[in-house]
C-alpha cells in the first residue's frame, strides 16, 4: 500500500485577497480521491486558516479596542479560518463518500516519544478506517518559539512519522529555481540527488501569506529524502499537478528529491528531528567525535566525554557537541544529567547515547 502526504500551502488554496480558492481546493479533493481509489493513503497538511480568517474578519472588523500584535493576529485568524477551512474540506470530501478528520498539532507534540507514537497511533486509526487525516499547526494555541518554521516542517516531520513513501509540497510556483525567480534566466532544478547540495543557487525570496520560502522548503526535503521518502516539490495551482506527479507524466515539471537507499530506524527519525527540543548537551573529545562520524556504528561512551550542560533526566534528547562547541549529533541520554556527570571520563561504564537511539546532523 503506498502512503502520500501532500502539503498544500496557503498561496494555493486562497485567492489574492486571502478568500478559499472553492475551485482550486475541489480540484484538489477530486485528484485525491482518484489516488485514494487506486489504493493509495492520503493524509493532507494544508495551510491556509490564517489567510481565511484574515480574509473573513477583514482589517476594519478587528472588534479589539488595539491593534493586534502578529501573535493575536495568528491566534484569531486561524481560529476564525481553521473552521472555514475544514468545514469546507468536510463537504467536498462528502460529495465522494469520503470522511475527513482534522488533526491539529504543535511542535511540542513531537519532542517526547510517547506523543510521538500517540500522534502516529491516531493518524494510523484514521488511515485504517479509510479517514482522510487533514492536519495543520495548533496556530491559536502554539506561541512564537515554539512553532514549526511553517508547514513545509510540519509535513516533513508528519511523512517522516508515517513512513510516507512519497511527500508532495505544493506551492505556487514549479519547484526550487536555481537563482532567484524575478531572473528571467532561473531554471527549475529538475532532481536533487542524495549528497547534492544546490542550497546555495536558491533564491530566499518568500511569495504570499504562506510563512514558508524555498531554501526552508529544501532543507526540510533534502532531510526527508535522505531519510528514503520522495519529494516532490511543485505548482499546486497547475491543473491536475497531483495526478500528473503520481503518475510521472512526462513533462511535469517539478523539482524531485531523489531518496537514499536504506531507511532508517523510525526512532531514528525520531530523534533526526529533535535536535530542537534538547534538553542539555555534552562535549566529548575529538577521539569520541571521530568514532561517532566513522564509518562503524557505535555508542557514545562516558570515556570520550569531557563535560556535560543543563539538566536532563534519563530518556531525554540531548545535544553532542565536539570539542569545539559544534553541535553535530543528537541522541537519547541512557544518563541523567547528574549521573552522567558522575562518570565522565570514566571507562567500563555503558554508553550515555546507544547507536541505536543516535542521530548525526
Ligand atoms: N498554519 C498556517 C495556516 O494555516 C500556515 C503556516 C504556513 O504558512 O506554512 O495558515
Not at 542524495?194 to 518568500?206: A, F, H, L, N, Y
Amino acid at each position: 500500500m503506498k502512503r502520500i502526504v501532500i502539503k498544500i500551502g496557503t498561496n494555493v488554496l486562497t485567492r489574492a485577497d486571502g478568500t478559499l480558492d472553492i475551485t482550486r481546493i475541489s480540484s484538489i479533493v477530486d485528484q485525491v480521491e482518484a489516488l485514494r481509489s487506486g489504493g493509495v493513503q492520503v493524509i493532507l497538511v494544508s495551510s491556509g486558516a490564517v489567510a481565511c480568517g484574515r480574509s473573513l474578519l477583514g482589517r476594519g472588523d478587528q472588534a479589539g479596542a488595539h491593534r493586534l500584535d502578529p501573535v493575536e493576529q495568528r491566534q484569531l485568524y486561524s481560529a476564525v479560518g481553521q473552521v472555514q477551512l475544514i468545514g469546507l474540506y468536510s463537504r467536498l470530501f462528502k460529495d465522494w463518500g469520503t470522511t475527513i478528520g482534522q488533526v491539529l498539532t504543535m511542535k511540542e507534540s513531537f519532542s517526547t516519544r510517547r506523543e510521538y507514537l500517540n500522534q502516529r497511533a491516531c493518524m494510523e486509526v484514521m488511515l485504517a478506517n479509510k479517514v482522510v487525516p487533514i492536519i495543520n499547526e495548533n496556530d491559536t494555541v502554539s506561541v512564537t518559539e515554539l512553532m514549526f518554521t511553517d508547514n513545509d516542517e510540519l509535513s516533513g516531520l508528519v511523512a517522516s512519522m508515517m513512513d510516507a513513501d512519497t511527500l508532495i509540497i505544493l506551492t505556487n510556483v514549479d519547484g526550487i529555481y536555481d537563482g532567484p525567480l524575478s531572473d528571467k534566466a532561473s531554471k527549475v532544478i529538475e532532481k536533487v540527488y542524495p549528497g547534492d547540495d544546490v542550497s546555495g543557487s536558491i533564491g530566499t525570496q518568500k511569495s504570499g501569506f504562506g510563512r514558508g520560502g524555498m531554501l526552508s522548503k529544501y532543507a526540510i526535503a533534502a532531510r526527508a529524502a535522505e531519510e528514503g521518502i520522495r519529494v516532490l516539490i511543485a505548482n499546486g495551482k497547475r491543473e491536475g499537478i497531483i495526478k500528473d506527479l503520481y503518475n510521472d507524466v512526462p513533462g511535469t515539471v517539478c523539482t524531485e528529491f531523489v531518496p537514499s537507499e536504506g531507511g532508517v530506524s523510525s526512532v531514528k527519525k525520531w530523534i533526526a528531528h529533535s535536535s530542537g527540543f534538547a534538553k542539555g548537551t555534552v562535549t566529548v573529545n575529538a577521539a569520541a567525535r571521530k568514532a561517532l562520524c566513522g564509518e562503524n556504528a557505535v555508542s557514545l561512551l562516558p570515556v570520550g566525554v569531557v563535560s556535560v550542560h543543563g539538566d536532563f533526566e534519563e530518556g531525554d534528547i540531548i545535544g553532542i557537541l565536539g570539542p569545539e562547541g559544534d553541535l553535530f549529533a543528537v541522541g537519547r541520554s541512557s544518563y541523567s544529567a547528574a549521573q552522567a556527570r558522575e562518570v565522565v571520563g570514566k571507562h567500563d561504564c555503558r554508553p550515555l547515547v546507544h547507536y541505536d537511539y543516535l542521530s548525526l546532523l
